[in-house]
């Protein structure tokens, strides 16, 4: 698994709508000047969150984007599947759909541990949720010194 930037400004973008939701919308371009992220990437990832249901889009002079549902209700791994398609690549379906070959595909001892950590990784990230993030960087701000 890698965390890859699309999944790291995904979360960020999310984090971002997730502070003002549901009061304001925000438009690509102040979510990219934000979050210093590139306009045309920032795009991209609206699209792949908007497809997933993750947000809305609103049209007209004051639209802009805002959460499709309440933060408590989005987990990392709802970000990250939307991003990038899936959270971690299955390594053995990739040599079985026969873009590779694989030696070791019948009685390979290696296999159960990819599963199990793709199991766990999974695990993990579908448990917390979008609001844990907002609330622990709030908790954080009001211990760091400014």
Same mark, same amino acid.
């Given at each position: 698994?890698?965390?890859?930037?699309?999944?790291?400004?995904?979360?960020?973008?999310?984090?971002?709508?997730?502070?003002?939701?549901?009061?304001?919308?925000?438009?690509?371009?102040?979510?990219?000047?934000?979050?210093?992220?590139?306009?045309?990437?920032?795009?991209?990832?609206?699209?792949?969150?908007?497809?997933?249901?993750?947000?809305?889009?609103?049209?007209?002079?004051?639209?802009?984007?805002?959460?499709?549902?309440?933060?408590?209700?989005?987990?990392?791994?709802?970000?990250?599947?939307?991003?990038?398609?899936?959270?971690?690549?299955?390594?053995? !379906?990739?040599?079985?759909?026969?873009?590779?070959?694989?030696?070791? !595909?019948?009685?390979?001892?290696?296999?159960?541990?990819?599963?199990?950590?793709?199991?766990?990784?999974?695990?993990?990230?579908?448990?917390?949720?979008?609001?844990?993030?907002?609330?622990?960087?709030?908790?954080?701000?009001?211990?760091?010194?400014?």
């Amino acid at each position: 698994m890698r965390i890859t930037s699309s999944s790291e400004y995904g979360t960020r973008i999310m984090v971002q709508l997730g502070r003002s939701y549901p009061k304001a919308v925000h438009s690509a371009e102040a979510l990219s000047e934000m979050e210093n992220i590139p306009r045309d990437y920032v795009d991209q990832i609206l699209m792949r969150l908007r497809r997933a249901g993750l947000i809305q889009s609103f049209r007209g002079a004051s639209g802009g984007y805002a959460l499709a549902r309440s933060a408590d209700k989005i987990s990392m791994g709802d970000i990250f599947r939307s991003v990038e398609g899936e959270i971690f690549e299955d390594t053995c !379906q990739k040599y079985s759909k026969g873009e590779l070959k694989c030696r070791h !595909q019948d009685g390979c001892n290696i296999r159960p541990v990819w599963m199990k950590l793709a199991e766990m990784v999974e695990g993990y990230l579908d448990t917390i949720y979008l609001a844990q993030l907002i609330e622990e960087e709030k908790a954080l701000l009001k211990i760091s010194p400014q």
